[in-house]
């Protein structure tokens, strides 16, 4: 995988803190030989993601608050005063009010609902639109984040998973519109994972016990296993792959209990 990326400028949204699959993503992006952008929400998450990549050469931080698009257009705009060529933009963004995420979902607030589907779906549209001018000079690859919460119901996952399953579908019609452009986009869906954001739906701790006595391949499935699955999705020996969820859980995902 050394050399897998190499030359490739690739654009990772979402990183907030050691344990955030997007940095997995990143650090098996920069080993594959890429060139990075790493976006964070805002000056105080800048800081803790400068600390990570201080042995990163050459790697660009911005900051980009995807509720606005001026912002999201903004961070193009620096994109482009540096390359005028992007290879891959990893979407790792979501978010709902912590008190959506247990109890009943017919509870769920009209304010969160929207805020979920903004954050976690919606974003994903607005970042393909404006990605697309510097994608489509050579073609590219956009990769988001998903869970299995998209696709069954999940205890307490509630207003996430809606939001993911709108995530997931938004999937489909964006690699039926870029295709023509030679842009792929994908999905991994990721097993439960011990990030910070995972423990603010309630009842996770069962949740990952539950999958760790089912799941079918054994041992530890993580944020390595996943960012792996990125590297390759990103480059082009995944040329011919473009509108899929790719199960990243152990074969957990098969199971009908």
């Known amino acids: 995988m050394a050399k897998l990326l190499r030359d490739k400028n690739i654009l990772i949204m979402g990183i907030s803190n050691k344990w955030s699959i997007a940095w997995a993503i990143a650090k098996a992006c920069y080993e594959a030989g890429a060139k990075l952008f790493l976006s964070c929400v805002d000056e105080k998450t800048k800081l803790s993601v400068e600390k990570l990549c201080e042995d990163m050469i050459g790697v660009e931080l911005l900051i980009c608050d995807v509720s606005e698009d001026e912002q999201i257009e903004a961070m193009f705009d620096d994109i482009n005063k540096s390359t005028d060529k992007l290879h891959g933009v990893v979407h790792s963004l979501a978010f709902a009010k912590r008190e959506e995420l247990e109890g009943k979902y017919y509870d769920t607030s009209r304010d969160g609902y929207l805020l979920a589907q903004e954050i976690s779906s919606y974003s994903l549209v607005a970042v393909s639109r404006y990605a697309r001018p510097l994608m489509q000079r050579c073609g590219g690859s956009i990769l988001t984040l998903t869970y299995l919460g998209g696709e069954r119901a999940v205890p307490n996952y509630n207003v996430m998973g809606v939001s993911k399953a709108a995530l997931e579908s938004s999937v489909k019609y964006l690699a039926a519109d870029l295709g023509e452009y030679g842009i792929r986009v994908n999905a991994i869906s990721a097993p439960p994972i011990k990030t910070v954001s995972a423990r603010g739906v309630s009842g996770f701790t069962d949740m990952l016990k539950g999958y760790d006595e089912r799941v079918p391949l054994k041992g530890i ?28 859980d152990g074969g957990y995902h098969i199971l009908g209990i």
């Open 221 to 248: 499935i993580g944020q390595e296993e996943v960012a792996d699955t990125a590297v390759f999705l990103i480059s082009n020996m995944a040329r011919g792959i473009t509108g899929e969820n790719i199960h990243v």
